[in-house]
T-cell receptor, first 114, second 110 residues
Framework: DVKVTQSSRYLVKRTGEKVFLECVQD?????MFWYRQDPGLGLRLIYF???????EKGDIPEGYSVSREKKERFSLILESASTNQTSMYLC?????????????FGPGTRLTVT | DAKTTQPPSMDCAEGRAANLPCNHS???????VYWYRQIHSQGPQYIIH???NNETNEMASLIITEDRKSSTLILPHATLRDTAVYYC???????????FGKGTHLIIQP
């Protein structure tokens, strides 16, 4: 079974702190994604990566950056956390095999910025 | 990605088939139809996807109309654990992110 793990289930940070959210997948997937989920807004794509050291902006990249130094690990960075970044953050991965594009999600990290 | 339309909520009796509809009238020829579900406080879970043909796996069946403008997800024997929000998504797949709408909140009644 594909396994996507995220470093924390719950995280509380202060405004202005630098925050790292880590995601690791064990299926050798090429593609990795970061989403945030907010009530009434659904899931929104922040950034994605289709290869090591490659990254692309999603729909809401402002205030975030990402890092992918190894194929299995994709990090989301909040350079200076703000209260409007309080949210559920979900990581996902997928293969590049066109017949099998389903994304596998981690359990999520609920981040609260105070 | 094309947009989809789903009913906001549905009920189904335990043990019966749950049929979840989705309209995607602007789908393009190379876009797939994906279904995911999200159980409360968990990450979304992939269920099934298809391009033109009907598909079946151990979780569900996907029926896509001939014109591809709508589809139906069928859970053949719903259980209480199938209570979740179900998302219908159309996407090129690959490195494209998925656009999740509001989905259908399916409630399985005992």
């Amino acid at each position: 079974d594909v396994k996507v793990t995220q470093s924390s289930r719950y995280l509380v940070k202060r405004t202005g702190e630098k925050v790292f959210l880590e995601c690791v997948q064990d299926m050798d997937h090429e593609n990795m994604f970061w989403y945030r989920q907010d009530p009434g807004l659904g899931l929104r794509l922040i950034y994605f990566s289709y290869d090591v050291k490659m990254k692309e902006k999603g729909d809401i990249p402002e205030g975030y950056s990402v890092s992918r130094e190894k194929k299995e690990r994709f990090s989301l960075i909040l350079e200076s956390a703000s209260t409007n970044q309080t949210s559920m953050y979900l990581c996902a991965s997928s293969t590049s095999d066109r017949s099998s594009y389903e994304q596998y999600f981690g359990p999520g990290t609920r981040l609260t910025v105070t | 990605d094309a947009k989809t339309t789903q009913p906001p909520s549905m009920d189904c009796a335990e043990g019966r088939a749950a049929n979840l509809p989705c309209n995607h009238s602007t789908i393009s020829g190379n876009e797939y139809v994906y279904w995911y579900r999200q159980i409360h406080s968990q990450g979304p879970q992939y269920i099934i996807h298809g391009l033109k043909n009907n598909e079946t796996n151990e979780m569900a069946s996907l029926i896509i109309t001939e014109d591809r403008k709508s589809s139906t997800l069928i859970l053949p024997h719903a259980t209480l654990r199938d209570t979740a929000v179900y998302y219908c998504i159309v996407s090129l797949g690959g490195a494209d992110g998925l656009t999740f709408g509001k989905g259908t909140h399916l409630i399985i009644q005992p």
